[in-house]
């Protein structure tokens, strides 16, 4: 099973790091407003289960491809501020 971008990857700690001058900063080639799929964790195990379950999605011989929504990076990032889940401003630095 393949899965989109899990969306636990943008709390802080993960790809989001504070600098030595104490601001946090979000690090990544991806531009804000690129379309990607994405999936919660807590969302993964259903999937599975889902294929366990259904012997026709195992014997089909084609990828399992997971994802909850698509939605722009930008847009993942705003839902996580709006939660007070990251800090705001955070800037977002691209990496070439």
Excluded: H
Excluded at 32 to 49: A, F, M, T
């Amino acid at each position: 099973m393949q899965a989109g971008f899990y969306n636990q990857n943008l709390l802080p700690g993960t790809m989001i790091r504070k600098g030595a001058d104490g601001k946090w900063r979000l690090r990544t080639r991806v531009q804000p407003d690129r379309v990607q799929p994405s999936i919660d964790i807590s969302e993964y195990g259903l999937w599975v289960r889902a294929v366990i379950e259904n012997p026709e999605v195992q014997d089909d011989g084609r990828p399992v491809c997971t994802s909850s929504e698509n939605i722009t990076f930008g847009a993942m990032i705003d839902i996580l501020r709006k939660r007070a889940l990251l800090p705001s401003p955070l800037p977002l630095l691209l990496v070439p």
